[in-house]
């Protein structure tokens, strides 16, 4: 979806209040000002002070990479706005891929154990104040800088991109954000309540928006019969209730390109289309134009992981040929690609939920390498059946959410940036970083954080070693001032995570499960407090 005009103006108003605070950093004789320092200017005695804000894997890596270049003289603090660490390897990895977020959290467990690193968890730092947890203590940017010699913005991409097609508010149309949001247990922002969950009785058809790992993850959820591994996982038990209980038996994935441009990668595809008693249906020629035949004969990784993806589905549909026909099946679950299709608008069924999906088509034109969606989109002739659907989940990608005071194009939904160095117009601004999604988008693995942790570490201590980090007037945070000063409040330390992580430990084993995960921000506290 590309950003309307009022969002761009609001972008525009961001980066001209940047601008006045580069002013007033300029001509104020405020913190800032002060000598830089050289890279010699820190050690164990005199470290180098960071906030890494957002204890994701991008936070989580920057302040891993920190360690390993400036070692004992740096001290790292992370501050995160909910009460626990792990962003996306908390409230992303789907709980059946387990064994990828397993190690990651581990290896992040004895980083956050490291002496030099600590844990801030429940401080909401330059953020929009709705975006802000119920329970989490504000913080501004501008608090950070005085006390830091760096600070690395680590925030990720919040925001869930939708389409803007008429229907998209009914009730049964979600983003899969939201969706994943509510699969991995996220406390949402108020206290008590955690988002509602979504409704999977409503009937038998699904259909998931877009083709990245994002909706591989949800079509999988939607389909996979939850026992035994989702009872085993550590998803919420009434996330495997709920699942357990679903009346999606039919998923269909809404492609807007054909399968030479998928947005997944083989292997998720894979897992996807070797889950256990799952028909595939789809249109043989895979929407692929003697152009995208071409496409996926070039060299390099990216062709190179197209072409599987597309003889996964061409093995798949193999298999199914090659299958014996089987008698009718009332639980039977199948899987659906649609290619060149977008949703024109969500239709209203008879409950006033989403009840189908009207379709329009899509074409791609251009030389092989350079296929672009066709504009404006041909007419459909004749038009296109809507496609039953009560429950949708738009899975088109997310953006960065602007963060106050700091510059932020409002297109790539990220911050510009030199190498990690956060940019006002062409000039680096003393002492910003940014690191992962909110730097790069949302694209990559979560392995792919760690070169891009590398990548800012280095302009860090290229900065340092140059002189041009500014040296901070005020000491590191100290909570208990910090707590006093906000006249009340809660900061949840290492411990304070570790006290919550048993906790949850020792209620998933309860019921025989890794990990039962607190379900409220109120809870998470209050799990926190039981060991703490
Ligand atoms: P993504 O990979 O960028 O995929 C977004 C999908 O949305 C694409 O299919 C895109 O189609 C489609 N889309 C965008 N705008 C659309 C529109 N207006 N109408 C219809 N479709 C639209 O994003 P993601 O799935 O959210 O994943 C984000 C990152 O996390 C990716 O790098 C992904 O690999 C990673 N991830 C990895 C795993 C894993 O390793 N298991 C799991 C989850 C996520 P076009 O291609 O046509 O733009």
Redo the contacts with the bound molecule.
Sequence with gaps: ?ALDSARARDVMMTRARVRSNALSFAFNSGPLLSPALATSAFSAAAPLRVAVVGAGPAGLYAADRLLHRFRDAVRVDVLERLPAPLGLVRY???PD?GA?SAPVAARFGRLLADERVRLLCNACVADAPSAAPAAALPLPLSALQARYHAVVLATGAQRA?T?GVPGEALPGVLT??AFVSWYTGHPGGSLHAPPPPPQLRAGPHAVV?????????CARLLLRPAQPLLAASDAPAAVVAALAASTVRHVTL????SAA?????P??LRELLALPGLRLHTDPGLGLAEADEAELRADGPAARARRRCVEELRAALARREAAPPEAADADERSLSFLFLR??TAFLPGPAGRVGAVQLGAEALEGPPGSRR?ARPPPAADPPLPPLPAQLVLI????FGAPLEGVPFDSNRGTVPHARGAVLDGSAAIPGLFCVGWLKRG?????G?NLECAEETVAAVAEAAAEGRLPQPPLPPIDPGQLLRDAGGGRLLSAAGWGALDAAERAAGAAKGRPREKAATLAEMLRFADLTA
């Excluded at 949302?442 to 979560?446: L, Q, T």
């Design positions: 979806m992303g990895v789907a891929h990828t991109r389409l899969a954000a928006v877009g083709a990245g790992n994002v909706a591989l993850d809404l492609v807007r390109r441009q998928l947005a997944c990668t292997r998720e977008s949703p969606l899975s088109a990608g997310a949302p694209k990559g693995i979560i792919s």
